[in-house]
């Protein structure tokens, strides 16, 4: 018989790991922590929501090689103006909303993970080591590999804004003009915001096909008014011609000039040249092969779950760039996988006999590009839109930031 001052043992902490911290990976916590403490999540849209039915104890662990949240789409404009670059960067530390006992971060990269034993193995950025960490749940959101310049390559906030100095300085200096290499959405929007920052500076854009974005599933109406808006912002725009050969010349005066040859034998003379041509890869190193696609992206369910055949598929989640998913790859698709994995494992953790998932739809292409003051947009609903309002509307006064820090409401600290 129990004695009268016996007390029922208290319910058992789930440990969410989380590779990644970014868009993806902090709704994803955000998310948890709203529901863990009985709240309807932050991002639930839907009519008049219920909150969860109790409290569950829950520990997150996010991993991130990073030091901090970076905001990625502001790329084009942090590492041309060292101002915006500060704004852009904030230390994980330093995000009120994600500061309580139940959120630990370690700056680190996850080496791999063994679904069947959930354990994952992290190399730690500060102390050197590779440590095992135990896990009931894991959802890896981080994205994919990307090169300079089209991402910083610092993983802390302090060396980020060196790097974001030294290529405006490089910039500033470029005597000769910035050439840009690769008209995809990057591409695009680099060459707009120099013009911006540096009107004074020639910028020209070179492309291997006929048509800017020519990757992206996207109307050739869409593509052609980009072409449109990046010549009205005064960028010099090649089209259909790929750069064969690339050497620098040393003027009397010391200074370097790039000698980019094209594939018609002209040549273009720049003081600065800038590659956004690189493809971008998954980050999934990490995981075992079975779970990936041909490509490295991770095959998931609706729910966000890997496929059935992995052991113990139920607990593990793929969101955001590294998901094979329809639809371009974009931070609002993130924030929304994020939602539905974090919803998705608290309906484990719930019951894990009669869980309640949440599922995805397909997605079709939608995307909106800044570029300068203006912005160009498609939906297959409202097709493709230009103009300044349009810019104010989808990325307001800094890229986006203000509208995807208020939207994941950072600033609120977490109440206990
Ligand atoms: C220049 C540029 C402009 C863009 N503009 C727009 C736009 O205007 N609108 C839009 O919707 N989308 C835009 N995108 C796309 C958008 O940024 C991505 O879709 C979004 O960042 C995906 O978020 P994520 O959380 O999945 O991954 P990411 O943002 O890529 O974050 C992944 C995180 O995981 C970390 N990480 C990686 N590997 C490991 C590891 N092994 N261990 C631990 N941590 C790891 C990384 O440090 C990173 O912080 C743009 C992208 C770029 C590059």
Not at 159 to 182: P, W
Not at 290 to 304: A, D, H, Q
Request: proline share 6%; glycine share 8%; aromatic share 8%.
């Amino acid at each position: 018989m129990p004695s009268a001052t016996s007390t029922t043992p208290p319910p058992p902490e789930f440990r969410v790991l989380i590779v990644g911290g970014s868009y993806g990976g902090l709704c994803a916590a955000l998310t948890l922590l709203d529901l863990s403490r009985g709240q309807v999540a932050r991002f639930n849209f839907t009519e008049n929501p219920q909150p969860p039915s109790r409290k569950i104890p829950i520990q997150i662990t996010v991993v991130d090689e990073r030091d901090g949240f970076y905001h990625l789409i502001g790329s084009p404009k942090a590492l041309a103006c060292d101002k915006f670059a500060s704004k852009t960067w904030t230390r994980f530390d330093d995000i009120p909303a994600l500061q309580t006992p139940s959120v630990r971060f370690v700056q680190g990269s996850v080496n791999s993970v063994d679904c069947q034993s959930k354990v994952a193995q992290i190399l730690d950025t500060n102390t050197k080591e590779t440590r095992k960490e135990k896990y009931d749940f894991l959802i890896a959101s981080s994205g994919l590999r990307r090169v300079f310049p089209t991402v910083p390559q610092s993983l802390r906030r302090d060396e980020f804004l060196e790097e974001a100095k030294s290529h405006m300085d490089e910039i500033r200096k470029a005597q000769d003009g910035v050439a840009i290499i690769g008209g995809g959405a990057v591409g695009v929007e680099m060459a707009a915001e120099l013009r911006i920052l540096h009107p004074d500076q020639k910028i020209t854009l070179i492309h291997s096909r006929d048509r800017l974005l020519s990757a992206e599933p996207l109307p050739v109406e869409f593509q052609d008014r980009v072409v449109s808006v990046i010549r009205e912002a005064g960028v010099k725009l090649i089209l259909g011609q790929r750069v064969v050969g690339t050497t620098t010349i040393e003027t009397e005066g010391g200074r370097r000039i790039w000698h980019l040859t094209l594939a018609d034998g002209r040549s273009i003379y720049a003081g600065h040249v800038m590659n956004a041509v690189s493809k971008s890869i998954p980050t999934s190193s990490y995981l075992p092969k079975e779970v990936l696609n041909e490509e490295g992206y991770v095959n998931i369910r609706p729910s966000t779950q890997f496929l059935e055949d992995i052991p113990n598929a139920e607990h593990h989640f793929a969101i955001g760039d590294i998901a094979s998913w329809a639809g371009i790859k974009r931070c609002g698709g993130a924030m929304h996988m994020a939602y539905y994995a974090a919803n998705n494992a608290h309906q484990l953790m719930l019951s894990a006999d009669k869980p309640e998932f949440i599922a995805l739809e397909r997605s079709p292409p939608v995307i909106g590009l800044a570029l300068g003051k203006n912005a160009v947009s498609y939906t297959p609903d409202q097709g493709t839109r230009d103009g300044e309002e349009l810019h104010e509307s989808l990325f307001g006064k800094d890229m986006g930031y203000s509208i995807c820090w208020n939207y994941m409401k950072m600033s609120e600290p977490c109440e206990a």
